[in-house]
């Protein structure tokens, strides 16, 4: 696919036209690029469950969307039966993955609307529902790209970045967290050069960051996970951007499984270790990293999936952790679309909430 038509590609929407939450299914990148159109929350709720829409943005915007789709479903005759039938599918929707807080987030914006419509008749809040997806939607990109503006006034023209997993445009609606400041700063004609960690076992990295980088003409070099050491003990790497899925108040940081081990070894050798992360990602109801449910996934990932054999012997015991958490203080500044937040995080995040969020 030519470099300008991925960037025009959407991630994730709300068809106007046909009133369908459309994706594009990132488990068929990047051979193929596949939509598809949802409308019930059972498809919507797997699609999420099975990564064909992932990242923590796209997922809360997938299910902002979904729960909108679902309302429209439900037959009640009174405020408090919808409610129910709300709540229900709301729930549902965020079982699919437990610690991108993103999709918590969405939903209970959604729920806010639907609070806001005590005393209306159930078919008045259903407009307001697609209204607010709508906002979610669109405030994501809006949210990237301030993130993008901030973290590029991190970065040097001629800089080595390395990254893990995808937080990319295909983990948005449009440029990514922790790549936001790399397409912008490669629109701005800086030239950066990407390490991208293959990042085992779903294999984001080398499936959706070197595709999404390669196909917008951004130099990328793919690494196995275990290489990344070697990379930076080479000097090639000058800054590490990663995405978050949770930000607990003290500004521990849980990401893709993997990158605690990344934020380490930056630390080794004296490398910045930045976390770029919108304020919807952070949970102030959590002191610390260690109260973040960490999503366990099957152990077929680790064995088998990907692979035309089995790369394990038949009933192996696997651990599989989707996520992990990287302590606070390996974290050199967090990225968000307010500005750069740096140690000591309890008061500079609690800060942001002060200034910026209501919720706070
Ligand atoms: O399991 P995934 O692919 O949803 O994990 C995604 C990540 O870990 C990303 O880094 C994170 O969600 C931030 S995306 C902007």
């Known amino acids: 696919m030519a470099a ?23 488990t068929q990148l990047p051979l193929r690029t596949v939509y598809l159109s949802l409308t019930k929350q059972n498809d919507i709720r797997q699609a999420i469950y099975r990564l064909q829409v992932r990242g923590a943005p796209a997922i809360g915007v997938a299910a902002a969307i979904g729960i909108y789709l679902a309302a429209k479903d439900i037959q009640a005759d009174t405020y408090d039966a919808f409610c129910q039938q709300f709540r229900a599918a709301k729930d549902h929707l965020a079982s699919a993955r437990p610690t991108a807080v993103n999709l918590q987030w ?60 995808n937080a990319g445009q295909l983990a948005t609606t449009r440029y990514g967290t922790a790549l936001a400041p790399i397409h912008l700063g490669h629109e701005r004609g800086y030239h950066f050069h990407v390490y991208a960690d293959e990042t085992r076992p779903l294999l984001q990295g080398a499936r959706l960051t070197a595709y999404e980088l390669q196909a917008n003409g951004i130099p ?39 990158t605690s081990g990344v934020a380490i070894l930056a630390r080794h050798y004296g490398i910045p270790f930045y976390v770029c992360a919108p304020t919807s990602t952070i949970d102030f109801s959590l002191s610390h990293g260690g109260q973040i449910p960490i999503e366990q996934r099957p152990p077929e990932e680790v064995t088998t999936l ?15 952790p989707a996520f992990d958490v990287t302590e606070h203080d ?31």
């Open 4 to 26: 300008q038509t991925l960037a025009q590609l959407q991630t994730v929407y709300l068809d106007p036209h046909t009133d369908t939450l459309v994706i594009l299914d990132q």
């Open 106 to 165: 969405a939903l209970e914006r959604m729920e806010r609307v639907v609070q806001l419509h005590a005393a209306c008749p159930p078919s008045s809040i259903i407009p307001a529902l697609k209204q607010e997806a709508l906002r979610i939607q669109q405030e994501d990109t809006d949210v990237c790209r301030a993130i993008g503006e901030h973290g590029l006034s991190l970065l040097h023209d001629g800089d080595g970045i390395l990254t893990h997993c």
């Open 220 to 258: 990328v070099t793919l690494l196995c996970d275990n290489m990344a050491s070697q990379v930076m003990k080479n000097g090639w790497v000058q800054a590490i951007l990663v995405g978050c899925d949770r930000v607990a108040a003290n500004g521990d940081c849980c990401n893709k499984i993997g």
């Open 306 to 320: 990907w692979y035309q054999h089995s790369m394990a012997p038949q009933g192996i015991d696997v651990y599989n």
């Open 330 to 360: 390996l974290v050199s500044a967090i990225v968000t679309e307010y500005g750069i937040v740096r140690p000591p995080y309890t008061q500079s995040l609690a800060r942001l909430a002060a200034n910026h969020l209501q919720r706070a």
